[in-house]
């Protein structure tokens, strides 16, 4: 091992720093070769251990009734949804790929999140995702967004998982740097999930699913002397995905943690078989002997440290218990997949690895991992300038428009509000029969849960220009955002997992924001008593022309409808029925859709909002939906109330008549966005009991008007007809993205 | 009536087809693994929706070579009742037990969307308690669904009344807005000369759960049952 000793300069080349590459040396007590320098980098990087994040994510609160598996504990978080089932759940980034190879990027992020949900033994029964894209008119723009909508597509379409939800956002500040954030939510009877863990000596080791080549292997190919200028032409920078091993690994995994065969299992995904390793046997305080010339390999001459961080998809490693090595292997053979002992259990904490017999690298396990010994970092920060210059604004510096026609217009055709279903086309959202929202739309995905009375809400959200103008009060806002969802489809908010998107930490600024999101996230999190179960970090999205991207702290959010019956739909149901505002309307346009595109004013505070009146507006819808005395519920949220009612009146080609209130100004009562506003409809023969049960409660509601047959009408002024706004409405991004196709035709 | 459903590796649709098969309709329903040889004695087959070996290369390709198939194919050829959802179209087309072929849609792009259909063949066992004058809503998931044959076996089509399914527009219109993938003569679903062997695009078990709000396609997996009523009857 000698022959290879490493030095600073290769341990930076690697992204390590001086002051890191001296505890390499203490733990080990001497100078690690470049194998064992190539996994200190790796697992020491910001993916795998998040050293420059852990100290504000451990703020989060995390405990809860229904919680089985906390943050940190597994590959994705894991809660209770009763009738003996568990649901497991996680959100994860894959920007910088996508940014690369939008195709390929997108699909192996999903195919990634899924297998963090399979190796726990859970089946994936929904997928969701988050994508932000610079203006969508730019030719660049389209070429990442088709990529990553048709990788995504693809992928999960292949793999046989509805896609039932999400959210697209355009803005110039993610033009070089799209986010791409994937979610996958599974269903696994309790008792029969599988920890990613190893133990038990003599246990063999195994690597099952795909070959292991070149793919993915990050700054380590550069940095190593041994690597040519010739050879690096072959290492792809981004992993290639293959849906169908996939699938295959899917099914295998289950049926061998049916089995009973498994002690423990990891998937592979950033820095490979070194993390599993790792992982898994610092979790199980044991060491593996690893043999890496017995991996099956899809290229000749790997070197150690080449199979060790190879990052090659639809990879999984399994710890079994001795003695039942035909169960599995019979399992694998069933689905043509690779099964290959490549080590196994040993005592102590070493993690040794060979090449034809040579031992070629040699670490402590509790050494590379989260919680172990990676080290951890509190990173400076600082109240940008700009957060202080936002709140100059007020609204009195806004001329009303004369015309508020035109701006329903440029609103109901915006890129960030018009329909996405040139995007969610592409995706099937109607296999696996559990999808309820296909012929009733509403404000989060739902799912049957199939042979209970349950079924499962889900959402994905964050309004990343709310979070640039005050990230702690517009993260608190997308947790918020999230719950009124699910409570508008007439679920109970249960836990959360959360993607942090933001540019480098190193940056005081940048850092501001983090922690600010954080704490926004924590004091939402404990009042809609939603414990954050983990999710991902993902810091450098920036570029040097545009700077950091908003900061975007994505968090998914998964609900329970104890009963399926209290499923409800944000569409009107028929005219006469009265339209209904709970919350109350506020004079703010700050932050709005309507502020920032059609006066172009880009700095403005948050969204009013209130923690407090926001949960006690949930409350009440909550207690609506259960006493069946609303038809719809949807929220208030971009490009304002307006935009909400032609969302409730569309599916049906219903209208309204509504009038607006006088001490608000029109723009701002119809375009504002302040929060903790929810539109309901009410049967005109339950007025009545309506008003007796609102009476019970201290929140603030208001008549709008009522549902007609197609008119849209405002204080008695009518601004057209719903086919004419809904034809601009659903097709306005399909015109963009698909005009210079249709000019050439 | 004893239902057999084909697993292919890359099958997706199983699940949904064998649940409303066994859980909705109460039905006896058999898991036919595309390695083994044995079709259980099953009255009627189903090759249901998924990516079969991952069709990589062309939907149904690699499928129509697999073990089952060689029996699935002579059961078929001697009158036994079989039929293709999605990729199990693909693959009937492309082992010759049903004419044409389904190309990729003209957008280039995978569409999962509602479609709607009307039957126009009602003298076969899955659409005779098929109402020919509703439009039926039924979803549709593929990337290659558009269906493409020669003139010469569209007049046969024709002729011998063996197209099931056009799509139409919910006004029960053959429009081309309302062909989501460019079929030819919004054909959506065809059946053999036998009346034997069938195939569609879109997905009848999507459309069969009351919670899901369309029911729209129980009707064909109920002419199948009251085919059966009728003969044991």
């Given at each position: 091992m000698e022959d290879q000793l490493t030095t600073l300069e290769t341990a930076q080349k690697l992204g390590l720093l001086p002051e890191e590459f001296e505890k390499i040396k203490e733990i080990l007590g001497r100078t690690p070769n470049f194998n064992e320098l190539s996994i200190y980098s790796v697992m020491w990087s910001e993916h795998c251990s998040y050293k420059n994040s852990i100290i504000w994510l451990k703020t989060l609160p995390k405990d809860g009734p229904r919680m089985l598996a906390k943050a940190g504990e597994e590959n994705a978080g894991m809660v209770d949804i009763g009738d003996g089932l568990a649901c497991v759940f996680k959100i994860e980034s894959h920007n910088h790929p996508s940014a690369l190879e939008p195709y390929q990027g997108a699909a192996t992020g999903v195919g990634g999140i899924n297998r963090d949900i399979f190796t726990m033994g859970a089946r994936p029964i929904a997928q969701l995702n988050s994508l932000r894209f610079g203006d969508p008119t730019l030719p660049r723009n389209q070429w990442l967004m088709r990529g990553v909508v048709k990788g995504i597509g693809d992928y999960g379409n292949a793999f046989g998982i509805p896609t039932v939800a999400g959210e697209v956002f355009f803005d110039d500040c993610f033009t070089v740097n799209p986010l791409v954030n994937a979610m996958s939510v599974g269903l696994v009877e309790h008792g029969k999930t599988a920890s990613a863990t190893s133990y038990g000596v003599g246990n063999p080791v195994y690597i099952v699913g795909s070959a292991t080549g070149k793919d993915g292997i990050h700054g380590a190919a550069f940095a190593s002397k041994d690597i040519t200028e010739e050879s690096a032409k072959?290492?792809?920078a981004v992993q290639v995905g293959d849906p169908f091993q996939e699938k295959l690994l899917l099914e295998a995994t289950l049926e061998v943690i049916a089995s009973g065969a498994v002690v423990g299992m990891q998937d592979m995904g950033a820095a490979g078989i070194i993390c599993s390793n790792s992982e898994m046997s610092a979790k199980g305080e044991h060491g593996m002997d690893i043999h890496l010339d017995r991996v099956p390999v899809r290229q000749e001459n790997m070197l150690p440290w080449e199979i060790l961080l190879s990052?090659?998809?639809?990879r999984m490693l399994i710890v079994v218990e001795k003695g039942k090595e035909a169960v599995v292997e019979e399992i694998f053979e069933k689905w043509d997949l690779n099964c290959a002992i490549i080590g196994e259990v040993t005592e102590g904490d070493r993690l040794r690895y060979f090449m034809h017999g040579e031992l070629v690298a040699d670490v402590p396990?509790?050494?590379?991992v989260l919680g172990g010994g990676a080290p951890v970092y509190q990173r400076s920060f600082k109240e940008p300038a700009y957060f202080k210059e936002n709140k100059q604004f007020a609204i009195d510096q806004v001329e009303e428009p004369k015309d508020l026609k035109a701006v329903m217009l440029h609103l109901a055709g915006h890129p960030n509000i018009a329909s996405k279903r040139w995007v969610y086309?592409?995706?099937?959202?109607?296999?696996?029969?559990?999808?309820?929202?296909?012929?009733a739309p509403a404000d989060a995905g739902v799912t049957l849960v199939k042979g209970t009375e349950r079924a499962l809400a889900m959402t994905v959200d964050c309004n990343s220009r709310y979070v640039w103008a005050d990230p702690q009060e517009g993260c608190a806002m997308a947790v918020a955002e999230a719950a009124r969802n699910i409570v508008c489809a007439g679920g109970e908010p249960v836990a959360v997992t959360n993607c942090l998107n933001f540019g480098n930490p190193y940056n005081p600024e940048v850092y501001w924001q983090f922690v600010e999101a954080i704490k926004g996230m924590a004091k939402a999190c404990e009042k809609f008593q939603t414990p954050v179960t983990g999710g991902n970090v993902s810091f450098y999205n920036q570029s040097s022309d545009e700077g950091p991207v908003f900061p975007t702290p994505t968090i998914g959010m998964l609900g329970v409808l104890d009963n399926r019956d209290t499923f409800t739909s944000l569409a009107f149901r028929q005219p006469g029925d009265l339209i209904y505002l709970i919350g109350e309307s506020k004079n703010d346009i700050a932050s709005s859709q309507y502020l920032y595109s059609w006066h172009k004013i880009r700095q403005s505070p948050a969204p009013f909002f209130d923690l407090d009146k926001e949960f006690d507006v949930q409350q009440v819808v909550k207690n609506l939906i259960l006493e069946n005395l609303i038809d719809s519920a949807h929220d208030v949220s971009d490009g304002g109330l307006y935009i909400t009612l032609l969302e409730s009146a569309m599916p049906r080609n219903l209208g309204f008549d509504i009038s607006t209130d006088m001490s608000v100004r029109k723009d701002a009562f119809l375009f504002g966005e302040s929060q903790s506003r929810i539109v309901v409809s009410v049967k005109s023969e339950l007025q009545e009991q309506f008003l007796e049960f609102m009476a019970n409660f201290d929140v603030e509601y208001s008549l709008l008007g009522t549902v007609n047959d197609g008119d849209l009408i405002i204080d008695g002024e009518s601004f057209g007809e719903i086919e004419e706004v809904k034809d601009l409405y659903h097709n306005a991004l399909h015109r963009i993205l698909e005009s210079e196709t249709e000019a050439q035709a | 009536m004893k239902f057999g459903v084909v697993i292919f590796p890359g099958s997706n649709c199983d699940h949904d087809t064998i649940y409303l098969l066994r859980n909705t309709l109460g039905q006896e329903v058999v898991e036919l693994w595309h390695k083994d040889h044995d079709l259980q004695n099953c009255d009627f087959i189903i090759l249901p929706g998924g990516f079969s070996y991952g069709d990589y290369l062309r939907s149904g390709a690699i499928a129509r070579?697999?073990?089952i198939m060689r029996e699935v194919i002579s059961f078929a050829e001697n009158g036994g009742y079989l039929l293709g959802i999605c990729n199990g179209f693909q693959i009937l087309c492309e082992a010759g037990l049903l004419p044409g072929a389904l190309l990729h849609n003209p957008s280039r792009k995978f569409i999962c969307t509602n479609s709607c259909l009307k039957v126009q063949a009602t003298d076969t066992i899955v659409t005779a308690q098929v109402d020919p004058d509703r439009p039926l809503r039924i979803p549709v998931a593929h990337g290659e669904g558009s269906y493409y044959a020669s003139a010469e076996v569209l007049r046969e089509l024709n002729d011998n009344n063996q197209v099931l399914f056009r799509y139409c527009d919910a006004d029960g219109n053959f429009t081309e807005e309302s062909n989501p993938n460019g079929s030819v003569e919004n054909i959506a679903g065809i059946c053999n000369r036998g009346r034997n062997i069938f195939g569609m695009m879109p997905h009848p078990e999507r459309a069969a759960d009351p919670l899901l709000g369309n029911?729209?396609?129980l009707s064909i997996f109920q002419s199948i049952l009251q085919a059966q009523d009728t003969v044991e009857g």
């Amino acid at each position: 091992m000698e022959d290879q000793l490493t030095t600073l300069e290769t341990a930076q080349k690697l992204g390590l720093l001086p002051e890191e590459f001296e505890k390499i040396k203490e733990i080990l007590g001497r100078t690690p070769n470049f194998n064992e320098l190539s996994i200190y980098s790796v697992m020491w990087s910001e993916h795998c251990s998040y050293k420059n994040s852990i100290i504000w994510l451990k703020t989060l609160p995390k405990d809860g009734p229904r919680m089985l598996a906390k943050a940190g504990e597994e590959n994705a978080g894991m809660v209770d949804i009763g009738d003996g089932l568990a649901c497991v759940f996680k959100i994860e980034s894959h920007n910088h790929p996508s940014a690369l190879e939008p195709y390929q990027g997108a699909a192996t992020g999903v195919g990634g999140i899924n297998r963090d949900i399979f190796t726990m033994g859970a089946r994936p029964i929904a997928q969701l995702n988050s994508l932000r894209f610079g203006d969508p008119t730019l030719p660049r723009n389209q070429w990442l967004m088709r990529g990553v909508v048709k990788g995504i597509g693809d992928y999960g379409n292949a793999f046989g998982i509805p896609t039932v939800a999400g959210e697209v956002f355009f803005d110039d500040c993610f033009t070089v740097n799209p986010l791409v954030n994937a979610m996958s939510v599974g269903l696994v009877e309790h008792g029969k999930t599988a920890s990613a863990t190893s133990y038990g000596v003599g246990n063999p080791v195994y690597i099952v699913g795909s070959a292991t080549g070149k793919d993915g292997i990050h700054g380590a190919a550069f940095a190593s002397k041994d690597i040519t200028e010739e050879s690096a032409k072959d290492l792809p920078a981004v992993q290639v995905g293959d849906p169908f091993q996939e699938k295959l690994l899917l099914e295998a995994t289950l049926e061998v943690i049916a089995s009973g065969a498994v002690v423990g299992m990891q998937d592979m995904g950033a820095a490979g078989i070194i993390c599993s390793n790792s992982e898994m046997s610092a979790k199980g305080e044991h060491g593996m002997d690893i043999h890496l010339d017995r991996v099956p390999v899809r290229q000749e001459n790997m070197l150690p440290w080449e199979i060790l961080l190879s990052e090659s998809q639809e990879r999984m490693l399994i710890v079994v218990e001795k003695g039942k090595e035909a169960v599995v292997e019979e399992i694998f053979e069933k689905w043509d997949l690779n099964c290959a002992i490549i080590g196994e259990v040993t005592e102590g904490d070493r993690l040794r690895y060979f090449m034809h017999g040579e031992l070629v690298a040699d670490v402590p396990a509790d050494s590379l991992v989260l919680g172990g010994g990676a080290p951890v970092y509190q990173r400076s920060f600082k109240e940008p300038a700009y957060f202080k210059e936002n709140k100059q604004f007020a609204i009195d510096q806004v001329e009303e428009p004369k015309d508020l026609k035109a701006v329903m217009l440029h609103l109901a055709g915006h890129p960030n509000i018009a329909s996405k279903r040139w995007v969610y086309n592409q995706y099937d959202s109607t296999i696996g029969t559990v999808n309820m929202t296909t012929n009733a739309p509403a404000d989060a995905g739902v799912t049957l849960v199939k042979g209970t009375e349950r079924a499962l809400a889900m959402t994905v959200d964050c309004n990343s220009r709310y979070v640039w103008a005050d990230p702690q009060e517009g993260c608190a806002m997308a947790v918020a955002e999230a719950a009124r969802n699910i409570v508008c489809a007439g679920g109970e908010p249960v836990a959360v997992t959360n993607c942090l998107n933001f540019g480098n930490p190193y940056n005081p600024e940048v850092y501001w924001q983090f922690v600010e999101a954080i704490k926004g996230m924590a004091k939402a999190c404990e009042k809609f008593q939603t414990p954050v179960t983990g999710g991902n970090v993902s810091f450098y999205n920036q570029s040097s022309d545009e700077g950091p991207v908003f900061p975007t702290p994505t968090i998914g959010m998964l609900g329970v409808l104890d009963n399926r019956d209290t499923f409800t739909s944000l569409a009107f149901r028929q005219p006469g029925d009265l339209i209904y505002l709970i919350g109350e309307s506020k004079n703010d346009i700050a932050s709005s859709q309507y502020l920032y595109s059609w006066h172009k004013i880009r700095q403005s505070p948050a969204p009013f909002f209130d923690l407090d009146k926001e949960f006690d507006v949930q409350q009440v819808v909550k207690n609506l939906i259960l006493e069946n005395l609303i038809d719809s519920a949807h929220d208030v949220s971009d490009g304002g109330l307006y935009i909400t009612l032609l969302e409730s009146a569309m599916p049906r080609n219903l209208g309204f008549d509504i009038s607006t209130d006088m001490s608000v100004r029109k723009d701002a009562f119809l375009f504002g966005e302040s929060q903790s506003r929810i539109v309901v409809s009410v049967k005109s023969e339950l007025q009545e009991q309506f008003l007796e049960f609102m009476a019970n409660f201290d929140v603030e509601y208001s008549l709008l008007g009522t549902v007609n047959d197609g008119d849209l009408i405002i204080d008695g002024e009518s601004f057209g007809e719903i086919e004419e706004v809904k034809d601009l409405y659903h097709n306005a991004l399909h015109r963009i993205l698909e005009s210079e196709t249709e000019a050439q035709a | 009536m004893k239902f057999g459903v084909v697993i292919f590796p890359g099958s997706n649709c199983d699940h949904d087809t064998i649940y409303l098969l066994r859980n909705t309709l109460g039905q006896e329903v058999v898991e036919l693994w595309h390695k083994d040889h044995d079709l259980q004695n099953c009255d009627f087959i189903i090759l249901p929706g998924g990516f079969s070996y991952g069709d990589y290369l062309r939907s149904g390709a690699i499928a129509r070579f697999s073990p089952i198939m060689r029996e699935v194919i002579s059961f078929a050829e001697n009158g036994g009742y079989l039929l293709g959802i999605c990729n199990g179209f693909q693959i009937l087309c492309e082992a010759g037990l049903l004419p044409g072929a389904l190309l990729h849609n003209p957008s280039r792009k995978f569409i999962c969307t509602n479609s709607c259909l009307k039957v126009q063949a009602t003298d076969t066992i899955v659409t005779a308690q098929v109402d020919p004058d509703r439009p039926l809503r039924i979803p549709v998931a593929h990337g290659e669904g558009s269906y493409y044959a020669s003139a010469e076996v569209l007049r046969e089509l024709n002729d011998n009344n063996q197209v099931l399914f056009r799509y139409c527009d919910a006004d029960g219109n053959f429009t081309e807005e309302s062909n989501p993938n460019g079929s030819v003569e919004n054909i959506a679903g065809i059946c053999n000369r036998g009346r034997n062997i069938f195939g569609m695009m879109p997905h009848p078990e999507r459309a069969a759960d009351p919670l899901l709000g369309n029911v729209d396609g129980l009707s064909i997996f109920q002419s199948i049952l009251q085919a059966q009523d009728t003969v044991e009857g």
